[in-house]
């Protein structure tokens, strides 16, 4: 099947099932429709992922998140083939990896995905530098290699001078360092990261969640990031996957999910979510005909406060204060859009204009 040439990564139509029954019961789902609940009682089997498509680009951060026992860690593991599917196909940079043989497999995992896990399993025998450089010696690649990258990879999770230490010696916030960095040592074009930061204090979290959004920026990384946590969602995310019992139920931007929620599930999930960070200009603004239609001219939009279509409300809401007039939205030199007061009000309520 042919692939966007950005997709670097393409689930199609995978489910999940666990048990002896489990082929017997997935025929019986899609005969009768059977729930995650039926399933179970009929044939002691757990529905675990329910046809799940998505496909991630190049470069981009995709959250999946889901309460415990939605199914988001199980997916997450289809991806470098550590879970078989019941069925369906995934397929990485277009290669469908369900047809590798067991030493494709192993070059796959060696080269080109690298896997972040919440509990590390660093080697306590091994020091900093050796557990960041083991990806590489399992490579058989030359001492001296080794040893030069995993320096390298020191100064960028900002661990210089704790290469000779164990594991055991550093916070959990530096030992989750070490294990983005070894993940980071064979250099794969994606990273699977499984509730990386979820153990850690709010604090240290919150840094390293910008240490990696800096990285993801610097190094392109293709990047599937598993959290049961909406605000890290919508703060790591270029896109949200929000699942339920298997299911994928909704799929989109942060403030797609805000403003658009598919179901009541998912608009509790957002209710109370500010929206100031995380909504944006392009999003309530009127087309300057429309504006003119409904409120009047804009031959005076030049002495009105200027904003990029790409602007928070947070920000819009600073241009505003005390003024009378709009808010002009130019891009490439060329107004695109007003916001009102009226608009930003009902988009801070998460309201569609």
């Known amino acids: 099947m042919a692939i966007h040439e950005r997709q670097v990564i393409e689930v199609q139509g995978v489910w999940k099932v666990f048990g002896e029954r489990a082929e017997e019961a997935l025929q019986a789902i899609w005969q009768d429709n059977l729930h995650k609940a039926e399933v179970l009682e009929q044939f002691g089997a757990v529905l ?78 091994r020091t900093v530098r050796d557990n960041i450089a083991f990806a590489l010696e399992l490579r058989n690649t030359d001492p001296f290699t080794r040893h030069q990258s995993a320096n390298t990879l020191l100064e960028t999770v900002g661990l210089q001078g704790y290469g000779d230490s164990r594991p055991s010696k550093l916070s959990g916030g530096m030992q989750q360092r070490v294990g983005l960095a070894r993940a980071l040592a064979a250099d794969p074009v994606i990273l699977l990261m499984d509730e990386p930061f979820s153990a850690l204090d709010p604090l240290i979290r919150r840094g390293l969640q910008d240490e990696f959004l800096s990285l993801s ?119 695109a859009g007003i916001v009102t007061k009226d608009a930003l009000l009902k988009g801070i309520q998460g309201q569609s204009p």
Request: hydrophobic share 40%; net charge negative; aromatic share 4%.
């Open 48 to 125: 675990a992922v329910r046809d799940v498509s998505f496909a991630v680009e190049k470069g981009e951060i995709f959250c999946i998140m889901g309460l415990s026992g939605s199914g988001k860690s199980t997916l997450v593991r289809h991806i470098n083939r550590l879970i078989q599917p019941t069925h369906g196909q995934i397929l990485v940079n277009g290669q469908d990896i369900g047809a590798l043989s067991a030493a494709e497999l192993r070059a796959l995992r060696a080269t080109q995905i690298g896997m972040v896990f919440q509990n590390m399993a660093l080697l306590p025998h």
């Open 217 to 335: 920026r610097t190094m392109d990384k293709t990047t599937v990031f598993i959290t049961h946590d909406l605000d890290e969602a919508m703060r790591m995310g270029s896109r949200i996957g929000i699942m339920r019992d298997g299911e994928m139920v909704q799929i989109g931007t942060p403030e797609d999910i805000i403003i658009h929620p598919k179901d009541s599930y998912v608009a509790d999930f957002v209710q109370g979510l500010s929206s100031l960070k995380l909504v944006f200009a392009h999003r309530i603004m009127e087309q300057p005909e429309i504006y003119e239609k409904n409120h009047g001219s804009v031959a005076d939009a030049d002495t009105w406060p200027q904003a990029h279509p790409k602007a928070n409300l947070n920000s819009l809401v600073s241009l505003i204060v005390g003024q009378q007039c709009p808010i002009a939205i130019r891009a490439d030199g060329k107004l």
